[in-house]
């Protein structure tokens, strides 16, 4: 593979875990402020 394919790859993955992890975060916050009331 070429250094473009990787690095396409690469911030493909990293886009991915980022919004798995924001998604894995995000209810959580937004069940605080319902367990607080």
Do not use: A, G, Q
């Not at 998604?23 to 319902?34: E, F, G, Q, Y």
């Amino acid at each position: 593979m070429s250094d473009k394919h990787m690095t396409f790859y690469v911030s493909l993955w990293c886009k991915d875990r980022v919004e798995k992890e924001v998604n894995v975060h995000l209810p959580k916050k937004k069940s605080i402020p319902k367990l607080r009331n």
